[in-house]
């Protein structure tokens, strides 16, 4: 080949190959380059650089170094450790190279370990973040504009309550193009076991580090849910934000779980999406405006979030049109009484340890128009709910309950002996109540027609269901006036001897229309003592004594029909010795066995009325012993509402 077509081809295949040797990377000694390096990085970022392993360096197509083995510390190299193994690679800016200076482009660290601070006064990062602060804030300094990490591991602590944490798999790029004054960061991390992906975007550093406001743009993803965010933020009197976002979870808790949390009734969550407006001030976020949907459930309202002392507190005021409390229901039958876990009565052998509540503070008011609970409908719901640690107090204001109006409150609280069981503290009143159309909505015979009213007070403390109310002490009373028992006829009954006509059971045309009706009711260790119990018609009292028993579930009792004359206006008790002067008696009734199935049988007389007003002890010991069902005793309409 003549000479001037062999050199140019020698020319461009060198040139090649010189190409190719610079965007290979080449071992060099690392002591010196190594010296060289972390003299920039100390007067740069207040950060010592020491290297364990090789160091290589490649020219093009941007220069680069590569050092193994790296340990970065603050300050010094005997300084709190930054970051320490894995491989750091560094690409330098050309024209601050060229010039005899090594400025950082790119900074990227691969399989490192990276420390955050331990505690309040470990300030191990803040000279490195001032030097990196004054850089974004100097007009025409100099900054890396990107800063990656791949496969690595971040060790610090909980803010919250000191704890030590560890995200692992941090992939993180955190970039500052330079036609753009903002920057930019994503990344993804596993923490809790749990993969993560973040984003943020818009923000403008050189304005936060200023004391001004950036804009910013943040979004979170996990395997249970989502969150986004965008607004304004500023740095000048510690972090604030505001602005608008959003927070979905398919399972609260798996998302509680996530974020290393708890909050107050969770176990009773569990689809759950929140978004309005927020301002946030430290460890406190105010929700001025905000829409809640708990399952099929919208709400909306304002509320506050504080996450100081170890445990989140909220406070809100929330009202809806509408409100299905039925996820309530079936949250609450399943976590105190699935098949597996009742007694032979029924009751719920599960624990009835307030904790798993109680993982958060939470006072809530809590509106609606109209409120469904399984079957029973309320309207012009006002109620309050406040959880403490070792506490649930709620408070039912008002509501509307077949034209009735009811109001209750209840406390329920830790045993300061035993962390285990939980006391109970009830009360509450209703007047005006429909009771057969309440009957009827809950699933039962509208066998009585009118408005009553009455209250309970009751209180216990147990371990379980069961136990608790084998522990139950109180009173509870129902009165009525002008009401009608629908299905029999009373008159017809005395008539008869205590007789039903044949088939009027079945065909359910008696009445029997009284002027009034009540009974008392007094409990003690889950046994309640009927008191006082009358109905009173224009022809005929009758008196009811006896027990019902809660933990057996069963009833125990006695009624008595008496017929009246037209001048008897009260109901008189009849003293033996008046026997002979006493008006025509009735008719005498045993009343007992399980709720499911209570059998009524005629005594006959021996010597008048033997109602006994102590109750149970007209009846064998054994007589309160019913079939036991096995299963919750709800009625069919109500587990119709229990998904």
């Not at 950060?47 to 050092?67: H, K, N, Q, S, V």
């Not at 808790?253 to 969550?269: M, N, Q």
Request: net charge neutral; charged share 20%.
């Amino acid at each position: 080949m003549p000479l001037r077509r062999l050199l140019p081809a020698v020319c461009i295949g060198s040139l090649v190959l010189a190409l190719i040797a610079a965007c290979l990377p080449w071992s060099v000694a690392s002591a010196r380059l190594t010296r060289g390096v972390g003299k920039s990085l100390a007067t740069g970022y207040g950060i010592a650089m020491t290297a364990g392993g090789r160091a290589g360096i490649a020219l093009l197509p941007i220069p680069r170094l590569d050092f193994e083995g790296v340990r970065l510390s603050a300050g010094t190299v005997d300084g709190p450790l930054l970051a320490e193994g894995g491989t750091l690679t560094l690409k330098l800016g050309i024209r601050a190279l060229l010039a005899g200076r090594i400025e950082i482009d790119t900074l990227s660290l691969e399989r490192t370990t990276i420390t955050l601070p331990v505690d309040d006064g470990d300030r191990r990062w803040v000279e490195p973040f001032r030097r990196l602060k004054a850089r974004l804030t100097e007009g025409g300094a100099s900054r890396p504009r990107r800063i990656s990490l791949t496969d690595a591991i971040l060790v610090g602590r909980d803010p919250r309550d000191g704890s030590a944490q560890t995200a692992s798999d941090v992939d993180l790029v955190l970039a500052w193009p330079f036609w753009s004054s903002q920057t930019n960061v994503a990344g993804s991390f596993v923490w809790n076991e749990t993969p993560t992906r973040f984003s943020l975007s818009g923000v403008r550093l050189d304005e936060l580090f200023s004391g001004r406001e950036s804009p910013f743009s943040a979004s979170a993803t996990w395997p249970a849910g989502q969150m986004t965010a965008e607004g304004s933020g500023s740095l000048a009197d510690g972090v604030s934000l505001r602005g608008q976002g959003s927070l979905q979870t398919r399972s609260l808790r798996e998302t509680l779980a996530w974020a290393g949390t708890d909050i107050a009734l969770s176990p009773l969550l569990d689809t759950f999406a929140i978004d309005g407006t927020f301002e946030s001030s430290g460890r406190n976020l105010l929700l001025p405006t905000m829409r809640l949907r708990l399952g099929d459930n919208s709400l909306e309202g304002a509320g506050s979030i504080s996450f100081g002392q170890g445990r989140p507190a909220l406070q809100a005021t929330l009202a809806a049109e509408n409100l299905n409390l039925a996820p309530v229901l079936a949250t609450l039958v399943r976590v105190f009484g699935s098949d597996d876990t009742l007694n032979a009565n029924g009751w719920s052998r599960q624990s009835l340890a307030l904790r798993p509540f109680t993982g958060g503070d939470l006072d809530l008011r809590l509106s609606a128009g109209s409120a469904r609970l399984g079957p029973v409908v309320m309207e012009d719901l006002a109620s309050s709910l406040l959880v403490r640690d070792g506490s649930v107090e709620g408070s039912l204001v008002r509501a509307m309950v077949r034209g009735g109006l009811v109001k209750g409150r209840f406390g329920l609280t830790t045993s300061a002996t035993d962390r285990g069981e939980t006391e109970l503290r009830a009360q509450g009143a209703f007047d005006q109540l429909d009771l057969g159309a309440f009957l009827v909505d809950v699933g039962q015979e509208g066998w009585i027609l009118g408005n009553a009213q009455g209250h309970f007070t009751l209180e216990g403390s147990g371990r379980t269901a069961a136990g608790l109310i084998a522990h139950l002490n109180g009173r509870s009373s129902l009165a009525m006036e002008n009401g009608t028992l629908a299905g029999l006829d009373l008159a017809d009954v005395i008539h008869r001897n205590g007789v039903a006509a044949d088939g009027a059971l079945v065909r359910r045309n008696g009445r029997t229309p009284f002027e009034r009706a009540g009974v008392v009711l007094r409990f003690v260790d889950g046994i309640g003592e009927i008191t006082d119990g009358m109905l009173k018609t224009t022809s005929l009292s009758a008196s009811l004594r006896g027990t019902l028993s809660l933990p057996e579930r069963t009833l125990a009792a006695r009624a008595e029909l008496t017929p009246r004359v037209s001048t008897d206006t009260v109901l008189r008790p009849v003293s033996p010795k008046n026997l002979s002067s006493a008006p025509a008696q009735g008719p005498l009734f045993d009343i007992d066995g399980p709720w499911d199935a209570v059998a009524v049988r005629v005594i006959p007389r021996e010597g008048g009325s033997d109602l006994d007003s102590r109750g149970g002890s007209i009846l064998a010991p054994d007589a309160m012993q019913g079939a036991r069902t096995g299963a919750l005793d709800l009625p069919t309409r109500v587990r119709a509402y229990v998904p």
